[in-house]
Each structure stands twice: as C-alpha cells, then as structure tokens.
C-alpha cells in the first residue's frame, strides 16, 4: 500500500503569485472575508513573524515598515487553481481523494516502491508546471504516515519537497521528528494521554 498527500505550498498567496509576479520573493499576506485576520502568509511574511489569524489592524508598521503586501481574499481564484491542481493529480492516480481546498490523497498502489521517489518528484514539478503552484509531497504506507511525511518534506532541505516513507529504513527517525499532537486526528486529550 502507498499513500501521496499533496499539499499546496502557502496556497491562496501562491494562487495571487500565478498571476500577479511582482509578487513573486516577497512578504505577502491574504486576509480573511472581512480583511480583519491573516488567512494565509508567504514564507517572507512567514520569517517577519506574522502568524496565521493576526489582526492586520495591529500590524499596520510591520506592514509598512517591510512592504508587507496585503491582499483581500479571492475564493473564486482559489477554488478554480484547487480545481486545475486535481485535474493534474489526475494524471497520476486514477484515485484522487480532495482532503481541503490545497491538499488531496492519491492512490499510489501498485508502483514500485523504489520508483516512488521519482514518482513523487514527478508530480511536484509537474503540478508547478502546469499550474504555478508550489507543492509539497509526502508518501507513506498510510495516509496518516503521509501526512507526516509531506509534514517533514516541508521543512527538510535534503528532502528538497518530496518524502517517501515506503519500506524506509528512517521510518523510526522520522516519526521521533514528530509530536504525538502533530499526527494527524490526535486531539490535545489524546496527545495527553499517549504522552
């Protein structure tokens, strides 16, 4: 059994960045329907220190300080690029599974589990290609397994955006990296009680 979870990389800016470029290298952030709170944030505004669900009103000379660019949400554009980013998974698994608006399971059964790498390499760059969004890839024998994954793809140099954990010799290593709260579907009541 293998499982991929694709996530989209800071998904409602990436979908601004497509197409608006000026864009691209810099702090942005998206607000949420009323423009009171922080919904989404580059991984330039990310490094300022702007937190997902911030008040802007209380950021008004960071944002003026560092050219923050701040953004209204547009969840027409949002739901369309999530659209075109399923189509392309589409290509490579027969069996998609949307999870959220920038993340969705795929199927990956039946490949070579040494081909999986490549496999996961593929799909990244063929999903930026086609769409312009950036995504993460996380492959595992569970969908839990890769979630956590795709979790430490995101942050790993070496895994440069793709990690598989099928048949891996660095399973134990890699699920040390991980608190029992980050697993997915463990609440702050069972993430006591397995501590």
């Not at 608006?20 to 922080?38: I, K, Y």
């Not at 895994?159 to 890699?174: H, I, T």
């Amino acid at each position: 059994m293998a499982v991929g979870l694709i996530d989209c990389n800071n998904f409602y800016v990436s979908c601004e960045r497509v197409f608006n470029p000026r864009l691209l290298n810099r702090p942005v952030v998206v607000l949420s329907n009323n423009d009171g709170n922080v919904v989404a944030r580059s991984n330039e505004a990310k490094a300022l220190g702007i937190e997902m669900g911030a008040p802007v009103h209380l950021m008004k000379d960071l944002i003026k300080t560092h050219g923050v660019y701040v953004l209204s949400s547009n969840y027409t554009l949002y739901g369309d690029m999530s659209a075109r980013v399923k189509e392309v998974l589409g290509h490579f698994s027969p069996e998609v599974e949307p999870y959220s608006i920038d993340e969705c399971f795929l199927n990956l059964s039946g490949f070579e589990p040494n081909r999986l790498d490549s496999y996961g390499r593929e799909i990244k760059e063929t999903v930026e290609r086609w769409t312009g969004i950036p995504v993460t890839v996380g492959i595992a024998p569970t969908k839990s397994l890769a979630k956590i994954a795709n979790k430490i793809a995101k942050k790993s140099a070496k895994a440069a955006g793709v990690l598989n954990l099928v048949n891996s010799p660095y399973m134990d290593q890699a699920l040390a990296r991980i608190d029992a709260g980050d697993v997915w579907g463990v609440g702050s009541a069972y993430e006591t009680l397995l501590k």
